[in-house]
């Protein structure tokens, strides 16, 4: 995966962590990976 910086990288995996998510689930990961990349609070 390609990431903005170091902030986006880690906004996902804690998105992820705390969700439970299945490293299966393709669906949900590219949710978070657009979610993360965002400016906004998640």
């Known amino acids: ?3 903005l910086n170091t902030e986006h990288e ?6 992820l962590h ?3 998510t299945h490293p299966k689930d393709k669906k949900r990961i590219s949710l978070f ?4 990349g965002n400016d906004a609070e998640v």
Not at 33 to 36: D, H, K, M, T, V
């Open 18 to 20: 705390r969700d439970g």
């Open 33 to 36: 990976y657009i979610l993360s």
């Open 10 to 15: 880690n906004k996902l995996m804690n998105l």
């Open 1 to 3: 995966m390609r990431f």
